[in-house]
Nanobody, 128 residues
């Protein structure tokens, strides 16, 4: 069983930066495709970013340029660096893992159903 634990969420002010982390159990982390999603109050969960096993990165159009996803295979960890945060970034941020031995089509990286395992989420609140 793969377990994901997010950390780093907290209350910040608009314009601040924040780095979220997700630590993953398992021996084959370097083969996982990892994603970040978020769910704002009263809204559906949405795709934020993904990083493949080949270290290719993909972003939601609205977050590209402010958010950066990265992975540290030596520490079984994926990070989400968020800069210039805005009140509309307030949400619970979830980490997700896709276990696969094949390349995941780019179109599927943005879909929740693609991912096999999810963390419990970490809350980010951005005050204006």
């Amino acid at each position: 069983q793969v377990q994901l634990v997010e950390s780093g969420g907290r209350l910040v002010q608009a314009g601040d930066s924040l780095r979220l982390s997700c630590t993953v159990s398992g021996r084959t982390f370097d083969t996982y495709t990892m994603g970040w999603f978020r769910q704002a109050p009263g809204k559906e969960r949405e795709f934020v970013a993904a990083v493949t096993r080949g270290v290719d990165t993909f972003y939601s159009d609205s977050m590209r340029g402010r958010f950066t996803i990265s992975r540290d295979n030596a520490r079984n960890t994926v990070h989400l660096q968020m800069n210039n945060l805005k009140p509309e970034d307030t949400a619970v941020y979830y980490c997700a893992a896709k276990v696969s031995t094949v390349v995941i089509p780019t179109t599927l990286l943005r879909a929740e159903k693609t991912y096999d395992y999810w963390g419990q989420g970490t809350r980010v609140t951005v005050s204006s």
